[in-house]
């Protein structure tokens, strides 16, 4: 019998959470995702210590003062990872904009065309690279731009139907809606274990894979951040899945197999009004969801703090 790994496969893309290359190896999946916290995880193991060591040698030879060698350190670090990762997989990366200019349009326009850039010199196209960017109402209409350039992008941090909405009108390439997260919040606020069926993070997923599949848009749903495979399992069919390795490798060894939880057919009769955003409403929508209020500041100051640490730690070396 095949693996629920196996199964899930077959209608779902499987992408990697994590900056730890031979994880990525193990499991093949055909994208992969990093961020700070998982670059942090990765850059310390011993075996990526080249990695670390060429992105300082780089900075360095630029002649930059301080703040700016450290800057430019971090960014060929973390291009550094994703070009190694881009060796052992078919499809795209997700490298991601430094979380201190969420609300920063142009800063982030710039830095993810100096991502790109640094790619490319390395022999990478953009089409292998996704540029990820919180999705704060700046960074949506960051990448909004971005995208008419040919820079593809990940909108992180998405923990509210206005986010998704704002997204897909901005037609950004994909979205990663965050299910573990969501379900961190509701059960503090509840103080207990919410049933599998009841998971707040599946139905947001779900509620937004079903609208953008019958509204038409292209924008590709990635749930993301999960605590236990049953919310996988909640969400396969989904059109993709960013999976941590040890849930990776509950589901390869694990026999069954899967049938999908969301198609495209049964989206379609979903009864969700269609709604335009301008910015007031952006806000206004975002603002009636305080867990999304929450989970998106939290987000941005803790991918901030991860990669002032990683920065710290290159730095000591």
Not at 92 to 108: K, P, Q
Request: hydrophobic share 40%; with cysteine.
């Amino acid at each position: 019998m095949m693996s629920l790994l196996d199964s899930l496969k077959r209608f779902t893309v499987v992408v990697a959470d994590t900056g730890d290359i031979d994880a990525i190896r193990q499991y093949q999946p055909r994208d992969a995702t990093t961020n700070p916290s998982l670059l942090l995880k990765a850059a310390r193991q011993p075996e990526y210590r080249e990695l670390v060591d060429a992105a300082r040698r780089d900075a360095r030879a630029l002649g930059l003062p301080a703040a700016g060698e450290a800057d430019a350190c971090m960014d060929r670090l973390a291009v550094n990872f994703g070009c190694e990762i881009l060796r052992i997989i078919a499809g795209r990366v997700s490298t991601e904009v430094d979380a201190r200019l969420s609300f920063d349009r142009e800063a982030s326009i710039a830095k993810a065309r100096e991502l790109i850039r640094l790619y490319e010199n390395a022999g990478v196209g953009r089409e292998r690279v996704l540029i990820k960017v919180g999705s704060t109402w700046e960074g949506i209409k960051a990448a909004e731009v971005l995208e008419r350039e040919g820079i593809h992008c990940n909108l992180t941090l998405l923990f509210s139907f206005a986010q998704a909405v704002a997204c897909a009108e901005a037609r950004v390439t994909l979205i990663s809606p965050f299910v573990g997260r969501i379900y961190d919040w509701y059960r503090k606020e509840r103080g207990s274990e919410i049933p599998e069926d009841a998971d707040p993070g599946v139905e947001s997923v779900t509620r937004i894979y079903g609208y953008f599949k019958k509204y038409g848009y292209r924008t590709e749903v990635m749930g993301a951040s999960f605590r236990r495979v049953s919310q996988i399992v909640r969400l396969a069919g989904c059109d993709l899945l960013t999976i941590s390795p040890d849930l990776l490798q509950e589901l390869a060894t694990t026999a069954g197999e899967l049938v999908p939880a969301l198609t495209e057919a049964a989206a379609r009769t979903s009864d969700e009004p269609r709604i335009t955003l301008d910015e007031k409403a952006f806000r206004w929508l975002h603002n009636q969801d305080p867990m999304a209020v929450d989970k998106l500041s939290d987000g941005i100051r803790r991918f901030d703090a991860d990669a002032r640490k990683l920065e710290a730690w290159v730095r000591g070396l």
